[in-house]
Each structure stands twice: as C-alpha cells, then as structure tokens.
C-alpha cells in the first residue's frame, strides 16, 4: 500500500514565525487533504489538494503530484495553530491513507 | 462541508464489557468510515461502513471485534467488543460524498475518546 510520511516529526515556533511542512508519499494518488488536529482532538479540513497550489488566509499548500509530495505553508503563526497536522491520500479506493502527522507547538 | 456528530464524546468503561459508537451526518452521503487514532499516534482506518450490506474491513480488524451497522445513508454505529485496556483510543467518524461539490473530501466527526480500565 501507499507509504505516507511527513517531515518534522516536531516543530517549534515563536509566534510570528513561518514553517513549511512536508509530506511525501510512494505511489500516485487521486485525492490528498491536509488537516489539523487542535489539542481537543477535533481533526479540521485545511485543504484539498490532489493537485495545484491554494491558499486560504495565513495558510497556503502546494502539491507536485508527478514528484509525489505536498508542502504546507503557515506565515505568522500564533498559538492557535498549535496541534498536530496530518497529510492523507487516497488512490482510487477512496480509502484515505494518513501521513506520521508533524505535531506543532507555537510559543508566545 | 458536511457536519458530523458523535455519541458519546467520551466513556470510561471496564475490561470485557462493549460500547457502541454513534454517527450521525447532516446529509447524504455515499461513504463513510471508521478510524481508530491510539495514544499519540497518526489515523488507522478500521473499515468502510457500507449501507445496507456488512462492512469492509481492513486488514487487523475483525467484525467480531468491530461490528459495524449502516442502515442508511446519514447514520452508522461502530461497537467495540470485549474490550481490554489495548483499546483505549480516539475513534473517529468520517464521511465522504456530499455535499454536492465536495465529492472527494473527507469530512470528520468529533471522535469519541475511550479508555478501557
């Protein structure tokens, strides 16, 4: 099956820093999303992304589907952003596939 | 997007006894699925809850042990049977196909948080 990673494992931030978080997967994939997860468990919809760049506020993502890797881009970051983000895709099936997950600490 | 709730939000519950999971979609939708999410650790999916016939489980997961109802297109239950402490976890609903336009996004339920003593 596909092999979903994501890179850091852990990250760091002071508030009003920028990150990128990377995800790489092993096979061509039909759908891929990103979320966040807040600390109450909650998973929330950032993108859908299977391809393409899209940005919605202080977030942005890009996908290169033919080099299998999405990136996730958060500019001025605040504490609120803290948790843990998740990459998942699927291929055909429908069936999502979650990345390792990059969990993110913003200090103020 | 599609709104799903679930019931309980969170139980605590002895070893050896089951607990059924609710899931509730505010439309129509054409999947919808089962996660499992241990102690610190990413999503795994449990099975896809068919409508109307037995669920599709992936591999490591049992109906025995997760038996999966989906009597129509808004509403499925997960029960967890004959628990043990093994299954304490964040168990998550999801649905896929609707509404209109969001055809291949995957929309998540609250969870429900169990720990199994």
């Known amino acids: 099956g596909i092999q979903v990673e994501q890179s850091p494992p852990d990250l760091i931030l002071q508030e009003g820093a920028n990150s990128t978080l990377r995800c790489n997967f092993s096979?061509?994939?039909?759908?891929l999303q990103w979320f966040h997860q807040n600390p109450w468990g909650q998973l929330i919809n950032l993108f859908y992304?299977?391809?393409g760049t899209k940005q919605n506020g202080r977030l942005s993502a890009t996908t290169v589907a033919t080099e299998r890797y999405s990136l996730l881009y958060i500019s001025s970051s605040q504490t609120t952003d803290s948790g843990v983000y998740f990459c998942?895709?699927?291929?055909?099936?429908?069936?999502?596939?979650f990345g390792t997950g990059t969990r993110l600490k913003v200090l103020a | 997007s599609a709104v799903i709730s679930q019931k309980p939000s969170r139980d605590i519950c002895q070893r050896g006894t089951s607990l059924t999971i609710q899931c509730q979609v505010d439309s129509q939708v054409t999947m919808m699925f089962w996660y499992r999410q241990q102690p610190g650790q990413s999503l795994t999916l449990i099975a896809t809850?068919?409508?109307?016939?037995?669920?599709?489980?992936e591999s490591g997961f049992v109906i025995d042990k997760f038996p999966i109802s989906r009597p129509n297109l808004t509403f499925s239950t997960l029960t967890v049977s004959n628990m043990s402490p093994e299954d304490s976890s964040i168990y998550l609903c999801?649905?896929?196909?609707?509404?209109?336009?969001?055809?291949?996004?995957?929309?998540f339920g609250p969870g429900t948080r169990l720990t199994v003593l």
């Open positions: 992304i299977p391809s």
């Open positions: 809850a068919n409508q109307g016939s037995e669920a599709t489980y």
């Open positions: 096979d061509s994939v039909n759908n």
């Open positions: 999801s649905a896929q196909g609707a509404p209109e336009g969001y055809g291949n996004e995957q929309f």
């Open positions: 998942a895709v699927s291929s055909g099936t429908y069936k999502y596939i």
